[in-house]
């Protein structure tokens, strides 16, 4: 007979680079954990059905129970030539408690044992990675507390636009980070159905209880078509999306502070500790860890795209193909793990930089569009208003002053309703308080959803 597990029709040994080749030991070891609480569950069920004796049931469990720890101490000689990490574990089981290990794949397949143990493995990484979405979270929603008041200037193209408090900016990204921890949840749904007793593709003539199993490792419901869950990749996909989508909104807040923290803009002093030097220029503090951030998106991105490519034209059932999707998805997971390890510490540690924001905040005619809502309160038509305040900005341009420098009658005779009530709404802080809409930068407004955040946030 030959060594391998699935060696009887086979006359010839495999050629020594097929093994090189073919192997996933090397990666989805990690997966041993996973391996071990499926198995145990599938032996209990087993028994429960009366395939095992109790006695075998036992043996199996306390097998695969000495196993774990073995591994764990790392202590466990993975052979290649098993090919992966299940038929590691089956063979040193079989070694340990002799013949009734050869029992334990009853009723199963790798193809199901590879899926329940990723499904296992991607519904823990999701917690994992939903806990430090909420810490950053909750790195944002603490800066509230030191940044208060604090108003900046917001930006469309990169232009000033208008004025908005430096909270109404921490909360719009608590809201993406929520979005993101939605899609984990809705993800894990999905991710969380077992798959274990679609056997091969068909399913099994052994009278096998997937109900019990399920329970067991706490799935919320069965896979229904054996020949789909044989195939079917998209949980594990749908999370590489999700960890993109998360990789992008740190991207996008990492580009942010980067920008922030040039000498041109100068509004953010970053921690020290997380940032680094430059080899020959004495003078230099880089952002590193948010270039690499927004850089390592790149390959969580890459991921996505070499899983999708992976299964497009894969035909029902298995194919071996699918063995290639637990790289990307691990080097994903650990990928956005690290980075929102670090984006936590690095926005908590932050300083605004005040004084250097507040000599340029009234700089950028960021009051503009609230002067020309205050003209539509007088009754004017929206694009009459903004002809009107768009030749007053171009007039100030010129003078190279501000709309609140302007005496009022610059303003009356752009329109006889603009009065001294003009001075009410210019400024950034003016404008800022003439907010209303819901949603809105509107101090009070912001202040509510701070409450919000806070209610949501707590354990
Ligand atoms: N290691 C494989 C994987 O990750 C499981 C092997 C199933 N192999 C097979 N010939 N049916 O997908």
Redesign the pocket.
């Known amino acids: 007979m030959s060594d391998k597990p ?1 060696g009887g029709v086979f006359e010839s040994a495999t050629d020594e680079r097929v093994e090189e080749f073919t192997e ?1 030991v090397s990666f ?1 070891r990690r997966l041993y954990e996973h391996d071990i609480r499926g198995s145990i569950a599938h032996a209990r069920m087993l028994a429960e059905v009366g395939v095992l004796t109790a006695d075998e049931r036992k043996q199996i469990v306390s097998g695969l129970t000495a196993i774990g720890d073995a591994i764990a101490a790392g202590k466990f000689p993975f052979k290649r030539e098993l ?2 990490v ?1 038929m590691n574990i089956e063979r040193a089981l079989v070694e340990r408690i002799g013949d009734i290990g050869r029992k334990l794949h009853t009723g199963r ?3 199901d ?2 899926s329940t143990d990723f499904r296992l493995w991607v519904r823990d990484e999701i917690d994992a990675i939903d806990r430090r979405l909420k810490g950053l979270q909750h790195a944002f929603l603490t800066r509230t507390e030191k940044d208060s008041g604090v108003i900046l200037p917001g930006y469309t193209h990169l232009q000033r636009a208008q004025p908005v408090l430096a909270n109404h900016y921490w909360l719009a990204y608590c809201e993406k980070f929520d979005r993101d921890r939605q899609r984990l949840a809705d993800c894990r749904k999905r991710v969380n159905q077992l798959p274990l007793g679609t056997a ?1 593709m068909a399913g099994t003539t052994v009278p096998i209880n997937r109900e019990l199993v399920a329970k067991e490792l706490a799935f919320e419901g069965l896979v229904a078509n054996s020949l789909d869950s044989s195939s079917d990749r998209d949980f594990a996909i749908e999370f590489a999306f999700c960890l993109s989508m998360i990789a992008t909104h740190l991207s996008g807040w990492a580009e942010e502070w980067i920008l922030w923290a040039t000498t041109e803009f100068n509004f953010i002093k970053l921690p020290q500790q997380f940032c680094t030097g430059s080899s020959i220029m004495p003078q230099k503090i880089n952002p590193d860890v948010l270039e690499l951030i927004r850089g390592k998106t790149a390959r969580v991105d890459g991921n996505l795209t070499s899983l999708l490519v992976l299964v497009k034209s894969l035909p029902l059932a ?1 194919n ?1 193909d ?2 290639e ?2 790289e990307r998805v691990f080097d994903s997971a650990d990928t956005v793990r690290a980075c929102l390890e670090l984006a936590a510490p690095l926005v908590a540690d932050a300083e605004l930089k005040r004084e250097s924001i507040e000599a340029r905040l009234e700089d950028g005619y960021l009051d503009a569009t609230t002067l020309m809502e205050h003209l539509i309160h007088k009754g004017v038509p929206q694009r009459t208003a903004h002809e009107l305040i768009g030749k007053l900005v171009g007039a100030a341009m010129k003078r190279g002053e501000r709309l609140s420098d302007l005496p009022v009658d610059f303003f009356t005779s752009a329109h006889e309703s603009l009065d001294e009530s003009v001075y009410d709404v210019l400024g950034v802080e003016n404008a800022v308080k003439a907010f209303c809409s819901t949603g809105s930068t509107n101090p009070a407004k912001v202040e509510e959803q701070i409450a919000v955040w806070k209610d949501r946030l707590r354990d």
């Open positions: 699935w996933s989805d090919e992966d299940h397949s790798r193809n044992q590879v091969a298995y071996r699918l063995q999707d637990k």
